[in-house]
Structure formats: structure tokens, C-alpha cells
């Protein structure tokens, strides 16, 4: 595996994932967003590749379950962390028990503009309600 170049998506990615603090967690879409992208996908590939250096088990998936292989090996990690948890059945969770993480409780939300790419980065296409398209029928 080859180290990534310090702008690219993957080290962004990591970056954000790299941020969440202990007990928190994101989806891999809420990383993709957070870098102005819809790519939960790719974030899932990047996790897959290089995320064994960062806190990988604060990506979730969307329903609040983590990486899928990986249940065993995030448990002691969430307890540790603290992290609220959903288990079916007994009290206390197990690595071969189902359990999901309580989303709505440990979601985290990165301040405002951290890790996001600037505009002049990702320039958006014009549509034809742009302010600089020639005014139209509807305009008079």
C-alpha cells in the first residue's frame, strides 16, 4: 500500500475520521459529507485500505452497526470509549451477540467548516438559474 499524497480524499478522509473524538462516532456517508461529497462508498474503501491506523470503529454504518466483519474486534474499543450501545437480548453486549451502536447518542458532528475543502477546490457547476446567466423571459 502506497502512502497518500497529504490533499487527496483518502487523507482527507482520514483526517475526519481521525478528528472524532473517543466515544463519538460518524457513518460513512456523515464523512463523505463532511468533505462536501457523497461518496460514503469510497469512505468505505479508504477505511478498508489505509483506516488501520486511525480509529476505524468510529465509522459506522448507517443503522449503527460497525464495519461488517469487524464486530468482534470494535466491542472492546466502544466499551472502553464508552460509547452508548443497542444490544438484543442480555444486558451487557458480547462480541458474538447482537449490538449496535445508539446512533442518535453518539453521533458527532465536526464543527462548522472544519475538514471541508474550499470551494475554489471543488468548483460547482452553473445551472441556468445562475446570477451570471443572461437574464431570461422570466426575469422581465
Known sequence: MSTPEPDDFVSLVLGVVD?????????????????????????????????????WWRVIRSGGHPPIGHEAQALPHYRAEHTPLIHAGSDQPSADAAYRVDFAAARWSPPAGRQRPSESDHPQPRDAFDAAAPPSVLDL
Open 19 to 55: 478528528s472524532i473524538p473517543p466515544g463519538r462516532v460518524m457513518t460513512y456517508g456523515g464523512v463523505a459529507a463532511q468533505l462536501g461529497s457523497r461518496a460514503a462508498r469510497a469512505v468505505g474503501q479508504i477505511m478498508a485500505r489505509y483506516g488501520s491506523d486511525v480509529a
